[in-house]
């Protein structure tokens, strides 16, 4: 990232900041509260000492609170986003829907070959699976018809179970039939869902419907899962990885070269090396907090994102000026040994690589006692070897005991997410 790069970007969020203590209540009494006036704010160190926001302001002062003063719920182009969260609290985020793809055809602007996927899917046809809490619409239950499941934008949003690999089989079956019937240009998935659908659509030996590209979204994708989904769908398919937010919308994109590469024309990003409030170094374990740039109905200052990121030294051979950094998931699932931080989601799946021998897998870990690994094995294929060589790997990595199970049944997260590494609250 180019000095000029980033001092652009940082001029965005300086104006964000003063427009939102002008114009947004929460603002306004947030830099008062910490005896600030954006008028101190002339350098990035400046604007670190604006206290980080998160979900539970957004949610306390929902909706007038958050919004800038005049406009409203029922505005023209006002799309509405809810997301779960590990607790199950819900949050509702309002945000222009012409902001909302700005951001995304930016994001995209890393990735010319989903570009000409977008650009040729007129009128638009999507395909959504995805944990029921992150779509739009109830898609959980039996009965519901693909017409109550389109959104207004051309998106179809499958139906699936709140726990993905208890999807019962006729639901299963009306997932794989509705994706053959409205033959989307692109999918938008999670990894995980779209590897299970995937993998059910060719044990029933029915074909995949030729997508130019598939999103992936929502969590980290494993080595797993890429594996499954680029096996099961024609070469040419163009597959990316999108760090996005419900709250934010996209905020990064793979590019050819499978770069993760941050968005820093929509927003001003923070990497602050973990648990610390100073910038990170390239290859240092961060936070992500995110600054938005041009919000017109609901800006955020400073959001603290509980994502962790390690920021990538260089030029990317693509050429495209935004930043890389690699994902490595929730930061609350990191396991933590002696203040360091020891195994991250994204450490452990880069253990497994993309793991010939199991589709699903979950590490479980609390504060004492053996880490729990289960893992779904791949019919046919030796998995006892491996998995007791990955036990050993992570075992040296961390100190800790570790169990490997093999198991016919991997449950998701109250939010519908499967994800791969949890830590488990005391
Ligand atoms: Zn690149």
């Not at 910490?34 to 400046?46: E, I, N």
């Not at 949610?59 to 607790?87: N, Y």
């Not at 018809?145 to 006729?170: I, Y």
């Not at 024609?234 to 905020?251: H, Y």
Request: charged share 20%.
């Amino acid at each position: 990232m180019t000095e000029a790069h980033i001092s652009q970007s940082f001029a965005g969020a300086v104006d964000e900041l003063a427009k939102a203590y002008e114009a947004v209540p929460f603002y306004g009494r947030h830099l008062d509260a910490a005896g600030l006036r954006p008028s101190d704010v002339r350098s990035p160190a400046d604007f670190r000492r604006v206290p980080a926001t998160s979900k539970a302001d957004y949610r306390r002062h929902f909706p007038a609170g958050v919004l800038v003063r005049g406009s409203s719920m029922a505005d023209d182009f006002v799309f509405r986003s809810r997301s779960s969260g590990t607790t199950g609290e819900r949050l509702v985020t309002l945000a222009h829907t012409f902001t909302l793809a700005q951001r995304q055809m930016r994001t995209t602007s890393v990735n010319r070959d989903m570009l000409r996927v977008f650009a040729g899917a007129r009128p638009q046809r999507v395909c959504r699976y995805a944990p029921p809490a992150c779509s739009d619409v109830e898609c959980a239950t039996p009965f519901t018809t693909m017409e109550s499941r389109t959104l207004e934008d051309g998106t179809l949003v499958l139906p699936v179970a709140h726990d993905l690999l208890a999807t019962p089989p006729e639901m299963v079956a009306q997932a794989a039939r509705e994706l053959q019937t409205h033959a989307p240009q692109w999918i938008y998935a999670d990894p995980a869902h779209l590897a299970f659908l995937l993998d059910a659509m060719a044990g029933r030996g029915l074909p995949v419907p030729p997508a130019g590209g598939v999103v992936l979204a929502y969590n980290l994708a494993t080595g797993a899962a890429l594996r499954r989904i680029r096996a099961h769908l024609p070469a040419a398919t163009v597959v990316v990885e999108v760090a996005s937010m419900s709250e934010l919308g996209w905020l990064g994109m793979t590019c050819p070269e499978g770069g993760l590469h941050l968005n820093t024309d929509s927003f001003y990003l923070e990497l602050l090396a973990h648990g610390t409030d100073r910038p990170a170094e390239p290859g240092e374990l961060a936070e992500l907090y995110v600054t938005s740039i041009g919000d017109q109905l609901s800006p955020h200052i400073r959001y603290r994102t509980g994502d962790g990121y390690v920021l990538v030294a260089g030029d990317c051979p693509c050429g495209h000026r935004f930043p890389r950094a690699v994902h490595h998931g929730r930061c609350r699932d990191y396991l933590v040994a002696d203040g360091e931080v020891v195994l991250t989601p994204r450490v452990l799946d880069d253990l497994l690589g993309p793991a010939e021998w199991l589709t699903f897998y979950k590490l479980t870990h609390a504060d004492g006692g053996p880490l729990q690994f289960r893992y779904i094995p791949v019919p046919g294929v030796d998995h006892a070897g491996p998995a007791t060589e990955l036990a050993a790997a992570i075992a040296a990595r961390t100190g800790r005991e570790v169990t490997a199970t093999a198991v016919g049944h991997i449950e998701s997260e109250r939010s519908g997410k499967l994800f791969g590494c949890v830590r488990e609250a005391p």
